[in-house]
C-alpha cells in the first residue's frame, strides 16, 4: 500500500506541492486532482520516488526508503521529466525504454518481437505524435510493465492529451483490477471525470488553515431609553387631539309630538307687581 502524510515540496516563492495526505492499495485505482501542471508533476515525481519532499512521510508498504520506493514505482508520461518526445517512432521508443530494464529481465533489445507479443505491430510505423490518446496511454503503460518489479504506476496529467475520460480511464481500470498482477495506480488529473466514483483525493488537502478567533460575548446592560427631540414626535391626527363632541340629546333635537287628546291647559295669570316703581308714583301726583 503506498501512503503519503502531510506531503510537501518547498518552491522558489509558493509551496510547489502544498501539504497533500493520500493512499491507495494493490488492486485500487486513486484518481488526484490539481489544478496547477506543476503542482501535478511535483506530486507525480515524489509519489514514485523521483524527488525528495521537503516534509511529510511517503511509504510504500513497509519502507520508507526513497530507493525502494523508485525501484517499485513506474512514472509514465511526465511532461517536461519522461514524456516520449515527438520525433520518435514506435518502434525507437521501443527500443529505448526496453534498455532501460534491467538486463535480467529484458532479454534481447529488440523492439519487433516486443511488437508483436503485445499487439502493437499496427502502429510500429507511427510517429509519437500520430498516435491516439488511448493507444499512447497503452503503450507507454506496456512499456512500464516490461519491468516485473513494478507494482506501483503513477500516471501524469493523462487527460491532456484528450478531454474525454474514456480515452484514458477504462484502461487505468483494467490495469488496477488485473487479478494476474493487481497494481496500485495513480492517475493525477486536472479534474475528475463527471462520472467518476471510485478513490479520489485533491491536491492541498492537508493544508493546516489557522482557526478564526472566536468573537467574545459580553451582556450588555439596558441604557435608558434616551426623549425623542420635539421634532421626532410623530403628529397625532387631529381626531385624537380634540375630544369627542357629545351627541345631542334626541329630545332636543326633535320636537315632541303633540298629544290631540291631552286639553289645553289655561294660562296662568301673572302676578300682581308687589311695588310700584318710584318714577310712576311722582307721575301720578303731579297730574292730580
Known amino acids: ?14 509551496d510547489l506541492l502544498p501539504a497533500t495526505s493520500l493512499q491507495v492499495r494493490r488492486g485500487e ?22 524527488m525528495k519532499p521537503s516534509n511529510g512521510v511517503l511509504s510504500w508498504d513497509t519502507t520508507t526508503k526513497t530507493k ?44 519487433k518481437p516486443w511488437l508483436k507479443v503485445n499487439s502493437f505491430e499496427d502502429i510500429a510505423g507511427l510517429w509519437i505524435e500520430q498516435l491516439p490518446a488511448g493507444r499512447r496511454l497503452e503503450l507507454l503503460t506496456a512499456l512500464a510493465l516490461a519491468d516485473p518489479a513494478t507494482d506501483l504506476l503513477v500516471i501524469d496529467s493523462p487527460d491532456r492529451h484528450s478531454a474525454d475520460p ?16 493487481p497494481l496500485a495506480v495513480v492517475a493525477v488529473v486536472g479534474a475528475l471525470p463527471d462520472t467518476w466514483t471510485g478513490a479520489a483525493a485533491v491536491i492541498g488537502n492537508s493544508i493546516a488553515h489557522p482557526p478564526e478567533p472566536e468573537a467574545e460575548y459580553a451582556p450588555s446592560e439596558p441604557q435608558p431609553a434616551e426623549p425623542k427631540p420635539a421634532s421626532a414626535v410623530e403628529p397625532q391626527p387631529a381626531a385624537e387631539l380634540l375630544p369627542a363632541a357629545e351627541p345631542k340629546a334626541k329630545h332636543a333635537a326633535e320636537p315632541a309630538p303633540e298629544d290631540p287628546k291631552t286639553p289645553e291647559t289655561p294660562e296662568t295669570p301673572a302676578a300682581p307687581k308687589t311695588a310700584a316703581e318710584p318714577d310712576s308714583e311722582n307721575l301720578q301726583r303731579t297730574a292730580k
Open 1 to 14: 500500500m503506498l501512503s503519503v502524510q502531510q506531503l510537501q515540496i518547498n518552491g522558489r516563492r509558493d
Open 29 to 50: 485505482l486513486l484518481l488526484v486532482a490539481g489544478e496547477g501542471q506543476d503542482q501535478r508533476t511535483a506530486l507525480a515525481l515524489a509519489l514514485s520516488g523521483r
Open 68 to 111: 525502494k520506493i523508485r525501484l517499485a514505482s513506474a512514472l509514465v508520461d511526465s511532461p517536461g521529466v519522461n514524456e516520449p518526445e515527438q520525433h520518435l517512432s514506435v518502434r525507437d521508443l521501443v527500443t529505448e525504454d526496453l534498455s532501460l530494464i534491467p538486463r535480467r529481465y529484458r532479454g534481447a533489445l529488440l523492439s
Open 166 to 181: 474514456a480515452a484514458w480511464l477504462p484502461r487505468l481500470q483494467a490495469l488496477a483490477s488485473d487479478a494476474g498482477r
